[in-house]
């Protein structure tokens, strides 16, 4: 009776012993005390999952469930400035998904005004692939309207200024922008023989959607250059 009561003491112990163990991004903790970034960590992904904007970036949050297990995992392996580093990028990760929520789309662009009189104008727009800055075959003869504009009226100049969608970074976005800005005036000089001079180029990045980055439809009318076309008098 001894030894029943003696192994029904020790199986009680395990079991308390069990409940009171504790976790951080579902690791076991080895250790009674743990650095205070683990809390840390953990307060800041819940008060970005809890954020309305999340939705938006639900892999952010993701990511940094899974740097906070592996931070766990690393540091009871002992490494203890790497899953330092693990917890303050899964932090960093937590923030940005915070801030997740899409730009408001800007508003319609009002109507050009009608040339003034006297005056002949043209306009020119021109849509890119996902990622891409290479003037598609199907826009030579839209190039080309502008190049016999530019070419019957030559003191004119023109000013492409080069769009992205959302997608990316602001940084990347901004020289693919720019970049689509330039190919179309190499496109208006190799093809068509207008001099450079005449030709300026500005990239606005993702700065300046014209339709919703929520769509495929919407995301391909940013990816455009717009041109600002001197007009010209027609007489």
């Not at 939705?55 to 952010?60: A, I, L, R, S, T």
């Not at 004119?156 to 992205?164: I, M, R, W, Y």
């Not at 993702?206 to 980055?213: G, M, R």
Request: proline share 6%.
């Amino acid at each position: 009776m001894k030894k029943s009561f003696l192994l029904s003491g020790l199986m009680m112990c395990l079991l308390l012993c069990a409940s009171c163990s504790t976790y951080h991004f579902g690791v076991e903790d080895k250790a009674l005390q743990v650095p205070d970034e683990f809390g840390q960590t953990e307060a800041v992904i819940a008060q970005a999952e809890q954020s309305p904007c999340a939705k938006y970036c639900p892999e952010k949050i993701a990511k940094a469930k899974e740097l906070g297990k592996q931070a766990a995992e690393t540091y009871w392996l002992c490494n203890n400035d790497e899953a330092m580093r693990l917890l303050a990028e899964a932090r960093r990760l937590a923030k940005e998904a915070e801030g997740c929520c899409p730009a408001p789309i800007a508003e319609q662009p009002a109507a050009p005004a009608p040339p003034p009189p006297g005056k002949v104008c043209i306009t020119l727009n021109v849509e890119f692939d996902y990622d891409n800055a290479a003037v598609k075959p199907k826009y030579h003869n839209v190039i080309g309207k502008v190049a016999d504009f530019m070419k019957k009226y030559p003191t004119t100049s023109a000013v492409l200024e080069g769009h992205t969608d959302s997608r990316g970074t602001e940084a990347y976005n901004q020289k693919l922008s720019e970049r689509r800005a330039e190919s179309v005036k190499n496109y208006l000089v190799e093809k068509f023989g207008i001099d450079s001079s005449r030709l300026s180029t500005k990239g606005y990045g993702e700065s300046k959607p014209v339709a919703t980055n929520k769509s495929a439809a919407g995301r391909q009318k940013n990816r455009r250059i717009d041109a600002i076309i001197e007009c010209a008098s027609a007489e």
